[in-house]
């Protein structure tokens, strides 16, 4: 059995009274994607902010329970989040990238957590904008500002931000629902290809998406996990009846 | 229903002209400065209906308002210092002449007074005279000296402010604008980064309890009376700083200064809150999941990304440390000169407006000069309120 | 993967700055505490009821300061007098009435220019243009008119804010039961941002009260022991009542605890004056949930 990268131990989390998440089991292995899928409201971003804790920035959060990221419990006491979120790469629902240039955006995240030297920079930006399929529309143009990019290019500028960290695991929040076709089509291509390296996790509305790029897909309902299995399984051969209804589109 | 469509129109007639009153006042407010100032430039600077006077052959016509005030003041003492003969300056009024003649030539009721102002002046070449108009005949020896005009540049660059000097008062306000200046940019200097950090504590760091603390806080600052921050000034920093520096007297522009940077820290908060307030919440979580930790999102995403704003802030605060005036007329001194020091007294255009306007004889040289100060005024905030339109983030 | 990297590292950078924001915002606080406890201590014993209906007496350092008292209420009404109406109109106008362009541009332009003008510079206008132009003299008259224009702004902005945040559906709901623009305003919008302009009417008193440079040449008096009987009446003001104490009274040392008293019959109403506000905000948003 492969190296379990993501985990969540009967987790429970509350926006001050509301109960968001329910007894959350989950398990992610390394070198896998695993979609989240459920109708909106039902836990998904909840859940994927509590593998890097990103809830810390909503007043009145509580959680019970344990997440795991790479076998160290997330919400422990003695965990440095900034370590924390540095191995844990984010890509959020929209583009979002700093007014800054190409270069630079893809350069934060190594300035911030101290790397100093140029080379190395140099090196972690452009191997990460190539990862990213971005290298050839941009190599020209590194220290324009990403704001001037297209919508689908400032997202996979994104993606590269979070790889020059060199994360083990990527968490993608819907990132091509603000997309067009095209766009989403090669966000897709690369999830896939970056599954040789990264551990991911993403949260689609998007059924065929969920399909196409998944290993394992997780439904959710109402803040529980109701079934967890291989995406083939889930699509084909559902074990609960929610399941079913939802991905044969008579809710959500 | 015709009246009732004539009542709705009369209503929105009435909201109409409503909405033009304040782009009125500033038009106003323009004209009655202008039409109140403006003549200064056309003045002389020497009192009316005075006039001076020297001896035919002397060969000076006209001196300047400084010149006239050196020689009065005994550090000019010899016309070849002026461009003239190398004679010895003798300055006469119409004191040395009640004291050379005796009553009988100067008449019961003054009427002799001209016949001695033409015998002495006519007998001195060295004599400059300084009289009432009345008092110097119509058929006078002499030369009367072309009085001298207040100039753009003797205003505007004149580093003496004696508005009440005789003969010629002094309109420099170079010292005026340098005090205004020091003061103001001390205070800035002093405000803007107390603030900066307020409003970062404010929006960022500071739990719900600790904002309801400090939001009340700023409101009440803001509403202190400017004369109570200059009474607070007089009685307690005043006094402070004399003991803390050894100084003669505490009104210092330091005082100034510190009073003003207080004043001016609620403008300067609320504005560059709000401009850190204005930050997507998606730039700072993109920087937080990035590793990054609170204060480098602070300093490298969110600051950046609010800086407009925060320039906004800094330059309102300039804007209400310049205008202000009762606190820094109560705590500054206002000795009129050229600021060396921050120990020192110094005055600030507003202070000059408020302290000498209600002396100033209405509609003569000293009171449009004060108007022009006005004008000076109105015109920097007008240019400060302009800039922070332009750099101000446009709102969706 | 090491656990050591998960632990905690040193964060001091973030922790010191943080230290030092938190010192530098309550020393703020500590300011504020040190100007209003010292006049509130020092001013506490000076204030006395003869002191509050009193007349000024021996050079004003015996007495009371109601004559400053009234007068600045006079002023007070009689700036709100002139400028609520003509703000709340001119709000109503901003908002409801103009579209986004160069005239609705233009007004806001000037209204902040108007906001920016320093208090002297009123003064110096009030002066040229009532006192002397209008031949209105030295009266509550000219001031009240001077100080109106001087708070108009914040009276503009208020309206138009509290005006702002009313839901657009009401206004349509109000128009596809037949009622005119007017109508609507008066019935459905008003209402429901009344509490907002209110808070911006009450801003406006606090500012009026305290504000010296605009009355200096408009109307202030330096010392008169009687009540005024008209609008053309001069009066002494509170704020101007303190300057005089403070830097030019017959004798300043004697007439400190007068002074004191003044600085906190001012503080006072500025305190009273934001209670108020933050009351009239708080019943009003109970009021609405
Ligand atoms: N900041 C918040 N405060 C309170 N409730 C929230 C907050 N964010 C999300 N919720 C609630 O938590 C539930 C789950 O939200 P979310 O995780 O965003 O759902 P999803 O991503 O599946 O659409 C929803 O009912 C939502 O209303
Ligand atoms: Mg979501």
Redesign the pocket.
């Given at each position: 059995m492969a190296d379990v990268k993501v985990e969540a131990k009967d987790f429970n989390l509350f926006?001050?009274d509301?109960q968001?998440l329910k007894h959350i089991n989950f398990k992610a292995e390394e070198h896998t994607i695993t979609a989240f899928i459920?109708p909106?409201?039902?836990?998904?971003?909840?859940?994927l902010r509590s593998f890097n804790r990103m809830n810390d920035l909503?007043d009145g959060v509580r959680t019970t329970g344990t997440t795991l990221v790479n076998g160290i419990s997330v919400y422990d006491k003695a965990v440095n989040v900034d370590e924390l979120r540095k191995q844990v790469g984010m890509v959020f629902q929209k583009p979002n990238p700093f007014p800054k240039s190409i270069f630079e955006n893809v350069a934060y995240g190594l300035r911030v957590n101290g790397v100093r030297d140029k080379h190395l920079i140099e090196e972690r930006v452009v191997t990460s904008i190539q990862q990213a399929a971005l290298w050839d529309e941009v190599k020209d143009k590194l220290k324009k500002s990403a704001n001037a990019l297209s919508g689908g290019q400032q997202q996979r500028l994104c993606i590269a931000r979070a790889l020059a960290i060199e994360p083990s695991v990527i968490l993608m929040d819907e990132p091509a629902s603000a997309l067009d076709p095209i766009s989403t089509a090669k966000i897709e291509e690369l999830i896939y290809e970056l599954k040789q390296r990264y551990t991911i996790i993403i949260?689609t509305h998007n059924m065929q998406q969920a399909a196409r790029v998944s290993d394992y897909t997780a439904f959710?309902y109402l803040?529980e996990l109701i079934e967890h299995d291989e995406t083939k399984t889930i699509f084909t051969n559902p074990k609960s009846l929610q399941t079913q209804n939802y991905i044969t589109g008579r809710f959500g | 229903m015709t009246i009732r469509k004539l009542s709705e129109k009369l209503a929105v007639g009435v909201l109409f002209s409503s909405s033009t009153v304040t782009t009125l006042a500033v038009l106003f407010i323009i004209f009655f400065l202008f039409r109140s100032g403006i003549g200064l430039f056309n003045d002389s600077s020497v009192e009316p209906h005075y006039t001076l006077v020297v001896h035919k052959n002397n060969p000076i016509d006209h001196l300047t308002s400084q010149a006239l005030m050196a020689i009065f003041d005994g550090h000019t003492t010899n016309w070849s210092e002026v461009g003239g003969k190398d004679l010895p300056i003798e300055l006469v009024t119409i004191d040395e002449i009640a004291s050379q003649y005796d009553e009988a030539a100067l008449g019961e009721s003054l009427e002799g007074v001209p016949a001695c102002v033409e015998d002495y002046m006519a007998h001195n070449e060295q004599a400059i005279g300084f009289f009432d108009a009345t008092f110097v005949p119509a058929d006078f020896s002499g030369k009367h000296l072309v009085l001298p005009k207040i100039s753009l540049a003797d205003f505007f660059l004149g580093r003496s402010w004696y508005p009440t000097a005789v003969p010629a008062a002094q309109f420099g306000v170079l010292p005026l604008v340098m005090g205004t200046l020091w003061v103001t940019f001390l205070a800035i200097l002093i405000a803007l980064p107390i603030g900066l950090i307020a409003a970062i504590y404010l929006s960022e760091i500071a739990d719900e309890r600790m904002r309801k603390v400090l939001k009340p806080v700023i409101e009440l600052l803001a509403g202190i009376p400017s004369v109570v921050y200059g009474f607070f000034g007089l009685v307690v920093l005043v006094p402070f700083i004399q003991r803390l520096f050894g100084l003669p007297v505490g009104e210092t522009a330091l005082a100034g200064s510190l009073i003003l940077a207080i004043m001016a820290l609620p403008t300067i908060i609320t504005i560059a809150e709000d401009a850190i307030r204005s930050t997507p919440v998606s730039l700072k979580e993109a920087s937080l999941a990035l590793g990054a930790t609170h204060w480098q999102s602070i300093r490298l995403v969110i600051l950046p990304y609010a800086r407009s704003g925060i320039m906004a802030a800094f330059i309102l605060g300039i804007g209400r440390a310049i205008g202000e005036t009762m606190a820094v007329l109560m705590v500054t001194g206002n000795a009129a000169v050229m600021p060396s020091t921050f120990l020192e007294p110094v005055r600030t255009i507003p202070a000059t407006i408020a302290a000498e306007l209600g002396e100033a004889p209405f509609g003569g040289t000293h009171f449009k000069a004060l108007f022009t100060l006005g004008i000076i005024l109105f015109v920097i905030t007008f240019l400060i309120n302009t800039a922070v339109e332009l750099i101000k983030p446009k709102k969706p | 993967m090491s656990k050591r990297n998960f632990r905690l590292s040193k964060r001091s950078s973030q922790w010191l700055a943080f230290s030092l924001f938190r010192l530098v915002s309550f020393s703020i606080v500590g300011v504020l505490f040190v100007i209003l406890g010292f006049i509130i201590v020092r001013g506490a014993s000076a204030i006395s009821w003869e002191f509050l209906t009193g007349m000024p007496k021996n050079g004003m350092t015996e007495g009371g300061i109601f004559p400053a008292i009234v007068g600045t209420l006079c002023l007070v009404a009689g700036s709100i007098v002139f400028a609520f109406p003509i703000g709340v109109l001119s709000g109503i106008y901003m908002n409801e009435y103009l579209k986004e362009n160069w005239f609705k541009k233009t007004i806001r332009s000037m209204t902040n220019n108007l906001a920016g003008v320093p208090s002297i510079v009123f003064g110096l206008f009030g002066m040229a243009l009532f006192v002397h132009s209008l031949d209105f003299g030295d009266s509550i008259l000219a001031g009240s008119l001077t100080l109106g224009l001087m708070v108009l702004p914040i009276i503009i902005r208020t309206t138009e804010e509290a005006l702002k945040s009313v839901d657009d559906s009401l206004r349509l709901a109000s128009y596809a039961l037949g009622a005119t623009k007017l109508q609507t305003i008066r019935k459905v919008v008003l209402p429901i941002a009344y509490p907002n302009i209110l808070t911006g009417l009450i801003l406006s008193v606090s500012r009026v009260s305290g504000e010296t440079a605009p009355i200096l040449f408009t109307v202030a008096a330096y010392f008169l022991p009687r009540l005024p009987n008209s609008i053309f009446d001069q009066v002494m003001a509170l704020p101007y009542h303190l300057y005089v104490l403070t830097t030019s009274g017959t004798n300043i040392e004697a007439s400190r605890p007068m002074a004191y008293g003044t600085a906190l019959v001012l503080i006072i109403i500025v305190l009273l004056v934001n209670l108020l506000a933050n009351a009239v905000r708080k019943y009003f948003t109970n009021k609405l949930s």
């Open positions: 926006y001050g509301f968001a459920g909106s409201g039902c836990g998904k971003s909840t859940l909503i949260v959710f803040g | - | -």
